[in-house]
Every structure is written in C-alpha cells, then in structure tokens.
C-alpha cells in the first residue's frame, strides 16, 4: 500500500501513516517492527531487541539504564521512548545527544506536561482500555482530550484501537497518530506463543481484566491480561510479567496474556503489512 496521511506525528518521525506499533517485551520483535515500518508506521522494539534502523527502541521506566546507556541506543535508533515512570530531563537529553527523537507515554494530563516539559518531542496518550501495563485511570478519550489541551507537541493515542473503524474515530478526536499493541500481537512476525494468539482470537472485550497479579520484579503497576489466564495463574500462583513467547518452555496457560479491550475486533491473524494496511482503510 503507498497511500500517505501525513500528520505532525507522521512528519516529526518521518514515515507515511500515522500509525506506531506498541513496543512490546517479551513478543515484540525485530521482524515486527521492520514489517511495520516497511508497511508505512513507525515500528518499535521493546529495548533489548536489536532492530534495522528505521524504527523506534522503547524502555520500561523500571529497568532501564542510565543516562549513558540510553545514548548509546540513542546512536543507532530513530526514536527513544519511555513508559511508566516520571518523565526524566535527563534521560531524554541524553535520546537527544544520540541524535534520536525522545517521547514518553503517559495516562494523565500532568503526566504529559511533565514529559513536554523535560524536553519529550511527542507524547503517547494511554487509555485505560489498552492491553498490557496500563498507566492511568481514564478512558482514551478523556485522557486524549486533556493531554491534547496540555501539551503542544504531537499526540499519538493508544489503547484498545483494533479495527478501522476505531482507528479512524480516534483520529477525528484529534490525535496525531494510534499507538497499536494487541492487534500485531497476533501477526505471524511477533514473537508471541501459538496459544496466546489463539487465546487472542478466540477472546471478545469483555474477556479482558485489569490486575495487579502478574508483578514479579515489578509491583504496583496494573495491567490489563485476559481474564481466563488470570484465572489459571491463580490457581497455579504464577506471578512472572513475561506473556507467553513462542519456544517457552512450560504451558503458556497461566502466562500473563496481555490484551486490550479491542482484543474482540481481532479475529485472524494476519502479516503486519496487512493489519497496517487495514486499520488505515477508512482514513
Ligand atoms: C503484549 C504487550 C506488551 C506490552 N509491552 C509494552 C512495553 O514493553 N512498553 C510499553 O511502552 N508498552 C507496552 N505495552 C503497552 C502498549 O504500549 C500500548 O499502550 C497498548 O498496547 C495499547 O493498547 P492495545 O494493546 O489495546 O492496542 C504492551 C502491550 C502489550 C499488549
């Protein structure tokens, strides 16, 4: 597909929609990425996963490293963002140094002005329909609606966007581009457990929960997992954050199956350039 709908997140990173792939630990790989930047969005990798280039590397506020340590990814990544923790000047000069864009997803207004404020080139809204660790206590609408009043530089929205439809809503609300998570979970080039993606499919929104269970090494940071993998985790009492990968060596069923409320629009898993292409249809 070469269509283009250029937006100030599209420009500010260069790519041709206004689409981001969530980064994402434990499935989200360098394949993935690369089809989704290929495919015309931005791609990301969790830190940690070695990609092409033209893609974005992605650390989670609870381990990552040092000043240091962030300049140099910094040097060979295009983007270099951050998730659950206070936004850090100095991280996102040391982004700047490296010669990468810095941005910082966030679930609250303030949170959005701290991360404008510590020098962020865009912002991530999350709502708090979005799979995985869930960082605030609004809707994406009304967390989109005061981060967009809050902040100046662009904003992508992220959080249970899994079809078309919702994609283009979600735009017309003001956002300068969707961040995409579960929905590329299920595409053959994520690193994601067969069952996982089964579990996926077969599941509707209403088959998803927000908890805190799945905190080994990581505590006091909810996240939103289907609820029948809860179950089984409560009965087995596994807390390990890791969602099932493929290749793991022990039944994926009571891994922490991240999913975000639009988990029900997901119904085949298709190549990542086909659900780009998709969630772009109606733009
Ligand atoms: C399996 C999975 C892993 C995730 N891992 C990360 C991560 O490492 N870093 C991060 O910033 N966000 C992570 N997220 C959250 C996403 O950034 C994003 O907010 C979310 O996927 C949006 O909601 P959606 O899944 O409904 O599309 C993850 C989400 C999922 C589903």
Redesign the pocket.
């Known amino acids: 597909m070469s269509t283009t709908t250029s937006t100030r997140f599209s420009d500010l990173v260069g790519c041709r929609l206004p689409l981001q792939l ?6 989200g790989t360098a394949e993935l990425a690369e089809a989704v930047s290929a495919a015309g969005g931005l791609g990301m990798v ?1 830190s940690g996963v070695a990609s092409a280039g033209e893609c974005g590397v ?1 650390f ?1 506020m609870p381990f990552a490293p040092g000043p240091d340590g962030i300049h140099e990814v910094a040097k060979t990544a295009r983007v270099v ?1 951050f ?1 659950y923790g206070d936004p850090d000047r100095n991280l996102v000069r040391a982004a700047h140094r490296g010669g990468a864009l810095a941005g910082w ?1 966030v679930g609250a207004a303030d949170e959005a002005r701290a991360a404008e404020e510590a020098g962020c080139d865009y912002i991530v809204a ?1 709502g708090i ?5 869930v960082r605030g206590h609004q809707l994406l609408a009304e967390v989109l609606a005061e981060v967009r009043v809050a902040v100046r530089v662009p904003v992508v929205a ?5 079809s078309a439809r919702r994609f283009a809503e979600v735009m017309a609300m003001g956002a300068d581009a969707v ?5 590329f ?1 299920t595409s053959p080039e994520s690193g994601a457990h067969p069952d996982y993606v089964a579990a996926l499919l077969a599941a509707d929104g209403d088959d998803t929960v927000l908890t805190g269970w799945f905190n080994e090494g990581w505590p006091d940071a909810p996240h939103r997992v289907l609820r029948s993998a809860l179950e089984r985790a409560r009965d087995s009492g596994w807390h390990a954050t890791v ?1 099932p990968y493929r290749g793991v060596e022990r039944s994926p069923g009571d891994m922490a199956m ?5 988990v029900g629009d997901v119904i085949a898993s298709l190549p990542a350039r086909e659900v780009v292409a998709d969630l772009v249809g109606l733009l």
């Open positions: 969530a980064a994402m630990g434990g499935v969790p992605n989670l963002e998730f997803q999350q329909e979005a799979g995985g660790h992220a959080g249970g966007v899994a961040r995409v998570g579960t929905r979970v969602p991240y999913a975000g409320q639009g």
